[in-house]
Every structure is written in C-alpha cells, then in structure tokens.
C-alpha cells in the first residue's frame, strides 16, 4: 500500500507538492477507510482530489503513473528520451531535475524509492527498507559524469550474487531505473522481488475520461472462465437498476462485441453494445474495475470517477468499495462532483485540494490540514471559496458588436 508520493518539478507542479494515505487520529467510519500495517501506521484505502480545471489534478495522477512507468519499462537503447515535461513557466525549472519519492508498504515492510533524472538520464536512484526501526539501503545508485554512466551499489540485504549484481548494473542504462533493469535480468529471488511485483502487477496505469473500458472489460470476460466476473458485472447492473438480465460476449468476424439481454413486455431482447448509453458501458467498466479491488490488491487512479454516469452511481461505486475492501487495495480519483463533500461518509483526511499560484504553479493541500472547523460543510466552503480559489468569470453578457470587429 501506498504512504506518501513527493513530486517536484513535474508539468504544472514545480515545488515538491505531498500527497498522502496516511490517516489522522480520526477514528471516523475507521472499518471502512483504513488498514493497519507495519509500524502502527494508518493507511487509506481511498484518496480523492477536486480541483478548477487546468488547477493541476489531472497532473498529480500522471505523475505518480509515470513513477510506475520508470520503476518497469525497460529503454530500447541509452539515447531514448524519457518523455517528461517539467514545469515550463521560469528558466531555472526548464532545466532542472524532477524528483520523485514513494513510501510504501509490502508484507508488513516499509520502502522508500526514490529518483532524480531529467529527460536523458537518472542522476541518482535509492530504494530502502526498514527491516529494524532504522533503514537499510537494499541500492544506491549514481551518475557518473566523467564516464558518463551509472554505478550501483547493492547491499547484502538484497541477498543477490555478485554474478547478478553485475547483470543488473550492466543493464541499467542512463534513462533506465535499477528496478527497471532488475525486471530484464534474469537473477535470484531476492527483495526487490516484491517491489518489481508490485509496480510491474499491482499498480495499474491511470484511467483517464477518453480511454473507453469496452474492450478492457471484453478482454477479462474472455480470461474469464469460471464466470465469477460475469455474476460479478451482472450484480452490479441489477444492483444499479440497468434493467440488464444477462451479458453475452460474441465474436463477430475479428472482433468481439458485448450484446445486453433486457426484458420488457414479458419478453427478453437482445442488445448490441453499440446501442446501449455511454454511461451503461462507462459504469460495466468501472465495476470489472471494483471487481479487481475487490479479490485482488491493486492500486487504482481514476481520472474524473463520475464521467458519463450519474452521482447516485458515482456515489455507490464508492460506497461498495469502502463497505466491502478487506485487501490492501487503494483507489485514488479526481473529480469535479463537489456532492461527494456533502456526504456524510467521506473522511476530511480522504480529500485533496488542487489550486494554483499567481505564478501558475500547481499546490496540492489536505482537507484536514486546512483549518476547516469540524461544525463547517466542506461543501458550503468550498461553495465559498473558502478552501480554494474558485474561477473567477466574466460577466454573462457579451457585446457581440466589439467581439465581431
């Protein structure tokens, strides 16, 4: 599970901004919202942030996808680009490093991984675990200017031979992270097993509004064997009064295509996918989704949750994962549906807060670290302008004569 994700220098983001799931004191719905793991922490199974458009949200979830992304992809070659953008709006930033840090938790055991680079090569790598109340470093690695390469230093805690420590350092290349590397070479069971699982398993990428989940969900159906996700999705339909009777996978040339059963004048009919709404295919998306949060332990990001369905739903998708999550799964989503600050079952700890400075830098602040009287309606606030800048817009009226000249 995820603690806390430090990010600086990163598209909106150019000071470290701090997002993370480590619960307050509250013992507010505590069944619901949090796991114990190692060290008496608290963690959150949920994580939620609003934000103005074009106020940075969006850019908080791509940041800690493409920490997923150095930590598992593999470069073809040294002079590949590493497709990062830092912050564009002063000269020291344009060319500066990006930072990036994670704590996290596996099998009851805290990491800290992080990594400084810029667009052609990582300049330093660290990844340690607390075995005892101190740290041990399990690599360090560093850039090399004079020979322009990198130099890993492994610690016998990874209990890896110096024959496979070699391997992996050979393959750790400048735009290539030690994990990444690790995951190519073909070495002992050790440590950093664990980790490499996780990223490489356990994180998925974001989902953002554009991606359709029509195929995704077509591709578990076919995996999907023993009907379990099938009973799952069906559940969920009638759950959410769809007036969905069955779900039929069909292959139909090269391509396969979903056809809903509905019943309607005592009769069933058949429905392909392409007549049914966009919210009827976004929400069977989001529930094979909740399906893989459900049975398995996985780390999700969503940008924009309520996109194509109705708040109702929205909120029920919630709700469900809360009431029956007892793995480590986390979910992590933007949102622009300020109903959910009314509602008396989101933790302040839960909601983040993007805004922007006068000089277009993204902040990222905590609901419950904002001073908000636990009498005041975070949505009344909001509503305010009390937690964030709201934005700020012109009058109604247009003199269309001017704007035609």
Not at 164 to 177: L, M, P, R, V
Not at 255 to 282: D, V, W
Not at 332 to 350: K, M, V, W
Request: charged share 25%; net charge neutral.
């Amino acid at each position: 599970m995820i603690a806390e994700f430090k990010v600086s220098n990163f598209f909106s983001i150019r000071s470290e901004q701090r997002l993370s799931f480590i619960a307050s004191r509250d013992n507010f719905m505590e069944e619901e919202y949090i796991r114990p793991v190692g060290d008496s922490v608290r963690l959150l199974k949920i994580g939620l942030i609003y934000g103005s458009n074009a106020s940075g949200k969006s850019n908080v979830l791509k940041a800690l996808a493409y920490f997923r992304r150095l930590m598992v992809y593999t470069p073809s070659d040294k002079n590949e680009q590493m497709k990062w953008v830092p912050f564009l709006l002063d000269d020291v930033s344009r060319s500066g490093h990006c930072r990036m840090s994670m704590t996290f938790y596996l099998e009851g055991k805290r990491y800290i991984l992080s990594v400084e680079f810029d667009n052609t090569r990582i300049y330093e790598e660290q990844l340690d675990v607390y075995l005892t109340n101190r740290p041990t470093s399990l690599y360090r690695r560093t850039y090399n200017r004079d020979t322009d390469s990198s130099e890993v230093i492994f610690s016998a805690k990874t209990k890896l031979s110096q024959k496979s420590q070699t391997i992996i350092e050979g393959n750790t290349i400048n735009n290539c992270t030690v994990l990444a590397a690790f995951g190519k070479s073909n070495v002992e069971l050790s440590l950093l097993n664990s980790v490499y699982d996780f990223f490489s398993l356990a994180f998925a990428d974001e989902l953002t509004p554009e991606k359709s989940l029509s195929d995704y969900t077509k591709e578990l159906l076919v995996k999907d064997t023993d009907g379990k996700l099938k009973k799952f999705l069906l559940y969920m339909l009638r759950a959410s009064d769809f007036n969905i009777d069955n779900l039929k996978l069909s292959r139909a040339s090269d391509e396969r295509e979903l056809y809903f059963e509905h019943s309607a004048n005592g009769k069933n009919f058949e429905l392909p996918e392409r007549y049914e709404s966009r919210g009827t295919i976004r929400f069977l998306g989001m529930a094979a989704i909740l399906q893989k949060l459900l049975f398995n332990s996985r780390f999700v990001m969503i940008d924009e949750l309520e996109s194509s369905m109705h708040y109702e739903l929205l909120s029920y998708f919630i709700r469900v994962f809360l009431a029956n999550s007892e793995n480590t799964s986390q979910l992590l989503f933007t949102t622009h549906d300020i109903n959910l600050l009314n509602e008396d079952f989101i933790r302040r700890d839960a909601v983040w807060f993007t805004d922007k400075s006068s000089d277009a830098e993204t902040h990222l602040e905590r609901l419950s670290e904002m001073g908000l009287h636990k009498t005041m309606s975070p949505y009344n606030a909001y509503r305010q302008g009390k937690l964030v800048s709201l934005p700020f817009l012109g009058s109604q009226y247009l003199d269309l004569n001017e704007l035609a000249k």
